[in-house]
């Protein structure tokens, strides 16, 4: 099999970023985005997805986190939709359920080339560290769009911020890590009755 990994620099005015991938890794990570939480965050997702992770970010947080935030889930989208190339093969259909002490969130997605994101996550506080929460919405919305997946992402209960917003980047790990995992009896096949994603 072709070795699923991926490479993209993104430089703008607002954000310096490389990324870099590898489906079938073993959740080694190495990420520096400048905001601690994201770090935080992003660790998790490639140990509990198994996806081989690299992530160097310069941004504008003179400014604010936004532009960070967003761009790094451009750019992390980007890679794994080239390191998944034509997609043949794969499960395609991915979802978890993930408790974390009181807290219980679900991920469901689809690598369906057709982008999309349902997000129905609260917060009761305004910042996570030094990361406002309103931000999250928009690191998951920009991964949706550039890794071309369909992903529905639910806080189903919890009281704890940061225990919420850990689930679901471990929810969305764990429902990636089933999808993008290929499937021996596809034969490597394309995983749709079109013939194409």
């Excluded at 990994?5 to 590898?22: C, F, L």
């Excluded at 073993?26 to 520096?32: P, S």
């Excluded at 935080?40 to 400014?63: N, P």
Aim: charged share 25%; aromatic share 8%.
């Amino acid at each position: 099999m072709t070795a699923r990994t991926a490479e993209i620099s993104r430089d703008t005015k607002e954000t310096q970023i490389s990324v870099s991938v590898n489906l079938d890794g073993t959740g080694q990570y190495d990420v520096e985005t400048g905001i601690g939480f994201l770090d935080h965050m992003l660790e998790g997702f490639s140990r509990h997805s198994l996806i081989d992770l690299k992530v160097r970010c310069k941004g504008d947080l003179h400014i604010d986190g936004h532009h960070t935030t967003e761009d790094v889930g451009i750019v992390m989208g980007m890679a794994v939709a080239k390191a998944l190339g034509d997609c043949k093969g794969i499960t395609r259909f991915g979802h978890a359920y993930i408790p974390m002490d009181e807290t219980l969130s679900r991920a469901s997605l689809d690598v369906s080339k057709r982008p999309y994101l349902i997000w129905k996550v609260h917060f009761t506080r305004d910042k996570l560290g030094e990361m406002d929460t309103e931000l999250f919405r928009e690191w998951f919305h920009a991964f949706a769009m550039n890794a071309g997946i369909t992903l529905h992402v639910e806080n189903i209960y919890g009281e704890n911020n940061h225990h919420i917003v850990e689930s679901c980047y471990k929810a969305l790990a764990r429902s990636l890590r089933m999808a993008v995992a290929v499937d021996p009896r596809e034969g490597g096949a394309m995983p749709s009755t079109k013939g194409m994603l």
